[in-house]
């Protein structure tokens, strides 16, 4: 099968579930990065739901898009979302980040279909991705590419090599999603090294560039549905959005980078959450 089809209500109803999961597994693991997950779940929902041609019966279909989650430490949201689409059993999900379980705490391949590579260190994703572009525009194949960066990634050097590449080679079948929550491991983005102005930096580069709103699904349906949105371009997409989204008392707090929930605070987020319903 492609990309499903379900109604935006379906998939923010699945983004729900996800954050639900996401708690249960980084609670259950003793692990980070809730806030960091927290703030992909409606890009990722979205992309695999309505977006991406992929064949969850089938991971290595040659001409399948290939995506990429550069953030790896984005990790749970991720698998969550592989077990919702049908990579593997949701059962998986209860092993997250256990000594010699398939779920390792950073995004890793080996074992785990769906997964196209393993990534944590950051500045990975979108070179990788450049190459897999590349490589699908040279074999004719109707592959593209989608890298999810967070913000405080930008940092890496590695990224603006690739930012360059990307345009030179017009690969218009990469699109970069960048994760722009403002928080990073130590502090707010405009403290540790401010981006500002992000865009213009992107467009100066030579992509094809957009903004919206990360959390509101019929941006992200837009943006995402029509890519690429210049010939021979690789497409930008800044999306804005919130550490920790979901649960109130968790968003825009860099305690959340790190810190897993307690028994009370787990049990407060999933309350909050059934409340979304």
């Not at 990307?166 to 928080?183: C, E, G, M, Q, V």
């Not at 930008?236 to 860099?254: D, N, P, R």
Request: aromatic share 8%; charged share 20%.
């Amino acid at each position: 099968m492609n990309a499903f089809n379900p109604s935006i209500d379906e998939v923010k109803e699945l983004s729900r579930r996800i954050r639900m999961q996401v708690l249960q597994m980084t609670h259950r693991a003793k692990s980070s990065h809730v806030g960091s997950c927290f703030s992909i779940v409606d890009l990722l929902t979205v992309l695999y739901m309505k977006v991406l041609r992929v064949r969850p019966d089938e991971p290595d279909w040659p001409d399948r898009d290939r995506f990429l989650l550069s953030k790896g430490h984005g990790a749970a949201a991720l698998y969550a979302t592989l077990a919702e689409r049908g990579f593997f059993p949701r059962e998986w999900l209860t092993e997250f980040y256990a000594d010699g379980t398939q779920l390792a705490g950073h995004v890793t391949h080996h074992g785990v279909p769906g997964v196209e590579v393993s990534t944590g260190s950051l500045g990975h994703g979108l070179p990788l991705g450049c190459g897999m572009a590349l490589a699908a525009k040279r074999d004719g194949r109707p592959v593209r590419v989608f890298a999810v960066m967070s913000d405080g990634e930008c940092d890496e050097g590695s990224n603006w090599e690739a930012a360059l590449f990307a345009p030179h080679h017009r690969l218009d079948n990469l699109t970069a999603i960048i994760d722009y929550n403002k928080i990073q491991s130590f502090g707010s983005v405009e403290e540790v090294l401010n981006l500002h102005p992000l865009a213009e930096k992107w467009r100066a580069f030579g992509w094809a560039v957009s903004e919206i709103d990360g959390h509101n699904y019929e941006q992200i349906v837009a943006a995402l549905e029509n890519v690429p949105t210049q010939a021979n371009r690789p497409t930008c997409i800044i999306a804005h959005t919130v550490k920790g989204k979901g649960v109130s008392f968790m968003e825009g707090q860099l305690l959340w980078h790190y810190r897993p929930p307690d028994v009370s605070e787990l049990q407060a987020a999933l309350q909050e959450l059934e409340g979304h319903r």
